[in-house]
């Protein structure tokens, strides 16, 4: 995060807060509209993870409570980083409380892993086939025919798990632990759901940028998938540094004051205002629960 904040400095350090400030100004109350609702979309299909994976698991939780943990546990993981492992915890304190196993929660928690990196491969692969010349914005020399191969090959991975869901191979078998293809319902829905979630983010950043020099909506959705994918994997705290610098340096037509100020509105509505409602959510499912003790006592 240190690396990414000085590299971020050394490009936008021309910019005052003042032009950022005018940036946020020039967002339009419509595009502010489909920004919030971009952003409602992410996390209703997040919720969708967490209820799929219960239904691969054969276990029936209430929807409510299905959609306050998944909000609870990406708001804090997203913002907190290490997503694996502090989603993790959020996870495993609410699914117990319901009677899921650690084994149970474990599968849950790959379950949903492998759902968001099943629409981030699906995403790349038809964003890398239909505008192979985004990967020009991170790499100047690079053959367009590769990159539509890399493309395909993506989408072929795709077909592969459709393909053994299908047939119902045999299941993968680690010590205790075995993991059994979903049904095809579950993997159609996996399809939809995975991809659906990354469309309402990117759609957050695509929104709040101005339309003069803005590249349209497929190229921030490949930008976007590549610069979210390599904050994940920094687990820098909300990608913090990472996602501006490769926003910065991948949108040279578009002014750095209103590439930043788009991350501020991505940050606002994806991060920041999430992550102060889940501390409210849990605060009262702790509160609740130790009232349940004190009874049972």
Same mark, same amino acid.
Request: proline content about 4%; hydrophobic content about 55%.
């Given at each position: 995060?240190?690396?990414?904040?000085? &590299?971020?400095?050394?490009?936008?350090?021309?910019?005052?807060?003042?032009?950022?400030?005018?940036?946020? $100004?020039?967002?339009?109350?419509?595009?502010?509209?489909?920004?919030?609702?971009?952003?409602?979309?992410? =996390?209703?299909?997040?919720?969708? =993870?967490?209820?799929?994976?219960?239904? =691969? #698991?054969?276990?029936?939780?209430?929807?409510?409570?299905?959609?306050?943990?998944?909000?609870?546990?990406?708001?804090?993981?997203?913002?907190?980083?290490?997503?694996?492992?502090?989603?993790?915890?959020?996870?495993?304190?609410?699914?117990?409380?319901?009677?899921?196993?650690?084994?149970?929660?474990?599968?849950?928690?790959?379950?949903?892993?492998?759902?968001?990196?099943?629409?981030?491969?699906?995403?790349?692969?038809?964003? &890398?086939?239909?505008? /192979?010349?985004?990967?020009?914005?991170?790499?100047?020399?690079?053959?367009?025919?590769?990159?539509?191969?890399?493309?395909?090959?993506?989408?072929?991975?795709?077909?592969?798990?459709?393909?053994?869901?299908?047939?119902?191979?045999? /299941?993968?078998?680690?010590?205790?632990?075995?993991?059994? =293809?979903?049904?095809?319902?579950?993997?159609?829905?996996?399809?939809?759901?995975?991809?659906?979630?990354?469309?309402?983010?990117?759609a957050i950043i695509y929104f709040a940028l101005p339309h003069i020099g803005n590249p349209g909506y497929l190229t921030i959705?490949?930008?976007?998938?590549?610069?979210?994918?390599?904050?994940?994997?920094?687990?820098? /705290?909300?990608?913090?540094g990472v996602l501006e610098l490769l926003f910065v340096n991948s949108l040279p037509e578009v002014p750095a004051s209103d590439?930043? $100020?788009? #991350?501020?509105?991505?940050?606002?509505?994806?991060? &920041?205002?999430?992550?102060? $409602?889940? &501390?409210?959510?849990?605060?009262?499912?702790?509160?609740?629960?130790?009232?349940?003790?004190?009874?049972? $006592?």
């Amino acid at each position: 995060m240190a690396v990414s904040a000085w &590299l971020l400095y050394r490009e936008v350090s021309g910019l005052s807060l003042e032009d950022v400030g005018d940036s946020l $100004a020039a967002i339009s109350p419509m595009h502010w509209t489909l920004a919030v609702l971009g952003a409602l979309v992410a =996390y209703a299909a997040l919720a969708g =993870y967490d209820s799929l994976a219960l239904r =691969y #698991l054969g276990r029936r939780v209430s929807r409510i409570f299905i959609t306050l943990t998944s909000f609870t546990t990406y708001a804090l993981s997203h913002n907190l980083g290490a997503s694996v492992l502090s989603g993790s915890l959020i996870r495993y304190r609410a699914y117990s409380s319901k009677g899921l196993t650690g084994l149970e929660i474990g599968q849950l928690v790959a379950f949903c892993s492998f759902t968001f990196a099943l629409g981030t491969v699906i995403l790349t692969g038809i964003v &890398l086939i239909i505008d /192979p010349t985004i990967a020009i914005r991170f790499f100047d020399q690079m053959s367009l025919q590769l990159v539509r191969a890399a493309g395909v090959f993506l989408l072929l991975l795709v077909a592969a798990y459709v393909c053994g869901s299908w047939r119902q191979l045999k /299941p993968f078998k680690i010590g205790p632990l075995k993991i059994e =293809y979903p049904n095809l319902r579950i993997v159609i829905l996996q399809l939809i759901i995975g991809p659906l979630e990354l469309l309402g983010a990117a759609a957050i950043i695509y929104f709040a940028l101005p339309h003069i020099g803005n590249p349209g909506y497929l190229t921030i959705l490949g930008l976007f998938l590549l610069s979210f994918s390599a904050a994940l994997i920094s687990s820098a /705290p909300g990608g913090l540094g990472v996602l501006e610098l490769l926003f910065v340096n991948s949108l040279p037509e578009v002014p750095a004051s209103d590439v930043l $100020a788009a #991350l501020i509105v991505f940050r606002l509505l994806y991060l &920041l205002i999430p992550f102060a $409602a889940s &501390l409210v959510i849990v605060l009262l499912f702790e509160r609740n629960s130790l009232k349940a003790q004190k009874k049972v $006592a």
